[in-house]
């Protein structure tokens, strides 16, 4: 770019002092509103998804009443049965499951990448953890079902389908977003701190455990909140691993089902009622996705207002 | 700032591409006097379809639209004259039975009832199988097998097969809701053949060596068995026509049941020829 363009483009001094030619006037501006363009797209997106999930949704809702929707204990829509509290369930217990093994594994990747590892270490360890983020679900699936699934079978003699297969799978599926965004908060820490921690003859494991973690630590709840949309809204991998039976399971190694997989196991029959009872189920995982965002923001406020303060 | 308009248009024109939905028919130019309404039974679906694609490109100007509303609606859509054939993977009831229709079956449907490879179990009654996927039974020993836990594995609600067992082996009765239910034939079999305690059931033409077969009130499931009726958990599939088919109707009935189909699409499928009956 050469000159300021901005000065053009608003028009404030045209015919003073010629900046740019016409042409490049124009390129600018209709670059300008093609990202205006982009960016309206995504919030129409957004807007236009919500509105039709509701819109498609809410008879259902409206007709058996939100009570007996969101706690009614049996889903079987064969028989008119529109209860997805087992899917719930099965979405919470799925979810839960894979934070507390996921969590761990995660943190302490990014204490490693940012505090512990050489560069040579984190030149090899960081694409690795990057790549898994960019590996379809539907592989980590096809590895649950096809490996780790007849190991649990063998070792549990059962099916060896259920929540704690999914959970291993999911673990492994959160790493990425919860590692990435922790090693940011930790390396978003002043160097001072960490400093002033080793001056005072603090060990690492001293420094990482009392100083940089607690630092850190509104960083890291965000990126646990994160990897619970995500593990929440996982479909395809938890599909193939949780054995999809709708009912509320008698252990974690018997089949379950959770909101996602439930909605595309039933998508090519479904008709009626039962087809928008799903939609009711988007609108269930929409709420969710949508509280799990507005509490990422409301705890970055209260970070900022914190260092606000100070 | 020009070189980026070259990576924003063709996104566009992706998007343009890919929004470009192709026509689908095998050919466009085909009028109503060469079109062929195939209607009925999700089940012969995926084999009517595709005999259909396959008919037109051997008869370049014909039309064959297929779809699938289920067996009923097959045979209400063939009497009334609205579809020229009408498929249907059940018999005739008995009100249906003087309503003029000509059968032309096209393949037996027949289920196995799949274990793993060692469990010793090597009969049931049909009862005992309905009993054991309603969830009475939880336990080999109960039918005179191992100490071990049943494992049932059941597939989706939009599968044919599960449907097919749920008329003849469940006698419509409800399934064990705690089953595992999977979505394909393949994992049903690959599931049973790697879990001890797990039972299933696939269509006849898919069991393979991985799997177990147990035979159903001491009838083995084979093509020979099912032919001559004798296995309890089987069906004949069926092309309805009102009358003896004739024209077009006939050329594709024919077809369907040329060896071409038959030892193709039918038994692909996992279905048994209905030639097999005439083989023995």
């Known amino acids: 770019m050469d000159g300021d363009p901005r000065t053009d483009v608003d028009g404030t001094n045209k015919g003073n002092l010629q900046l740019m030619s016409r042409s490049t006037y124009i390129k600018e501006t209709t670059l300008k509103n093609l990202f205006l363009l982009c960016a309206f797209v995504a919030v129409m997106g957004v807007a236009l998804i919500f509105l039709f999930v509701g819109w498609r949704g809410w008879p259902l809702i409206a007709d058996i009443g939100v009570g007996s929707f969101l706690g009614g204990a049996e889903w079987n829509p064969t ?10 369930w099965g979405s919470v217990v799925v979810m839960a499951g894979a934070l507390v093994l996921g969590t761990p594994l995660a943190v302490g990747t990014a204490v490693f990448l940012s505090e512990i590892a050489s560069p040579k270490m984190r030149s090899l360890v960081r694409p690795a953890v990057e790549l898994l983020a960019g590996i379809p679900s539907v592989i980590f699936g096809f590895f649950g079902l096809i490996v780790l699934r007849p190991l649990i079978a063998q070792m549990t003699g ?15 599926m959160i790493v990425p977003t919860i590692a990435t965004l922790t090693e940011d908060a930790l390396n978003s820490i002043s160097p001072g701190v960490r400093e002033a921690s080793y001056a005072m003859g603090a060990t690492t494991w001293q420094t990482i455990y009392k100083v940089l973690i607690p630092s850190a630590k509104i960083g890291i709840l965000d990126a646990i909140i994160l990897g619970m949309g995500r593990a929440i809204g996982e479909t395809m991998a938890v599909l193939m691993v ?34 928008t009872a799903l939609f009711g189920m988007a609108i269930v995982l929409f709420m969710v996705s949508m509280g799990l965002v507005a509490a990422v923001r409301l705890i970055s406020r209260f970070q900022t207002s914190i260092s606000g303060g100070r | 700032m020009t070189k980026r308009l070259w990576i924003v248009l063709p996104a566009f024109a992706l998007a343009l591409a890919l929004l470009a939905v192709p026509l689908s028919g095998c050919d466009g130019g085909g009028r109503a006097t060469n079109e062929l ?4 039974s999700t089940t012969i679906l995926p084999i009517a379809e595709i005999a259909g694609e396959m008919f037109c490109d051997n008869n370049p100007g014909y039309k064959v639209l297929v779809s699938g509303l289920g067996s009923s609606a097959g045979i209400e859509t063939v009497t009334r004259g609205s579809s020229d054939i009408g498929t249907a993977s059940r018999d005739l009831k008995d009100e249906e039975m003087d309503l003029g229709l000509y059968d032309s079956p096209l393949a037996y449907d027949a289920i196995a009832v799949i274990v793993h490879p060692s469990n010793p179990i090597d009969n049931l009654t049909k009862e005992q199988v309905r009993l054991i ?34 008329k003849i082996a469940m006698e419509e009765t409800p399934f064990d809701r705690t089953a595992a239910v999977l979505p394909g034939t393949g994992q049903v079999r690959s599931v049973v053949a790697q879990a001890e305690g ?26 020979a068995t099912v032919v001559d009726g004798t296995y309890p958990i089987s069906r004949l599939l069926h092309f309805f026509t009102v009358g003896e088919p004739a024209g077009l109707a006939k050329e594709y009935i024919d077809f369907v049941l040329s060896d071409e189909i038959q030892q193709g699409i039918v038994i692909d499928a996992g279905f048994t020829p209905i030639s097999a009956g005439e083989a023995l």
């Open chain 2, 198 to 223: 797990a039972v299933g059931y696939i269509s006849l033409g898919f069991v393979n060596d991985e799997v177990k077969s147990v035979s159903v009130d001491g009838v083995d499931a084979s093509a």
């Open chain 1, 242 to 275: 949780v054995g999809n039976a709708p009912v509320f399971p008698e252990g974690v190694t018997v089949p379950l089902s959770t909101l996602t997989s439930q909605i595309v196991m039933d998508m090519p029959y479904a008709a009626g009622d039962h087809r």
């Open chain 1, 158 to 172: 059962g099916l060896g389908f259920g929540a704690v297969t999914a959970w291993i799978i999911l673990a492994i």
């Open chain 2, 133 to 166: 996927f309603n969830g009475t039974y939880t336990n080999w020993s109960e039918l005179g097998g191992r100490d071990l836990r049943i494992g049932l594995v059941n597939r989706d609600e939009a599968s044919g097969t599960r449907e097919a067992f749920y």
């Open chain 2, 37 to 40: 309404v195939v209607t009925g």
């Open chain 1, 79 to 88: 028989d008119g049965l529109f209860g997805i509290l087992p899917l719930i």
